[in-house]
């Protein structure tokens, strides 16, 4: 099996510097083996995915969208197991949140985007418990956000 740094290089995806929180909390707490990890937004260097899935947006830009969360969730991983992605044992639960139009009914779908990428970089460690959630706002307009628990050693 080989290790989630080596499926990051065949995905052809290199992780972001962890983005900062913006407010009064912290990016993440360890708890014993667990570290929860706050929301991660649909941000990147480019700016980010922005709008309403269903209205502004698509169901494959939504998915992309939750992609970008799940990499940027994947990099507060790393910070918190001290740069060894081999040390999260397994992921245990996201909790999605979609900027979903009165119509959309996709939710779940979008989110599939972040929980593929889990699979696709822990393997069968990256099988997890889950909530997508349609909201009327997310913060400055991201179309995605995610958190996180993970169980790391």
Partial sequence: MSSPEARLRALDLTLPSPPAPV?????FVRCGQLV?????????????????????LDLATGQAAAR?????????????????????????????FVQAGAAFFDVPKV???????????FGEAGRHARSAVGVYR???NFAVEIDAIVEAS
């Fill in 68 to 96: 970008l969360c799940a990499i940027n969730l994947i990099a507060q991983m790393k910070l918190a197991c001290e740069g060894d992605l081999g040390r999260v044992r397994r992921v245990v639960r996201l909790g999605g």
């Fill in 138 to 140: 997310l913060p400055l």
């Fill in 36 to 56: 929860h990890i706050s929301g991660q937004v649909s941000v990147d260097a480019s700016g980010g995915i922005r709008g309403v899935v269903g209205e502004d």
């Fill in 23 to 27: 407010a009064n909390y912290v990016a």
């Fill in 111 to 121: 989110i599939n985007g972040a929980s593929d990428l889990m699979v696709e970089v």
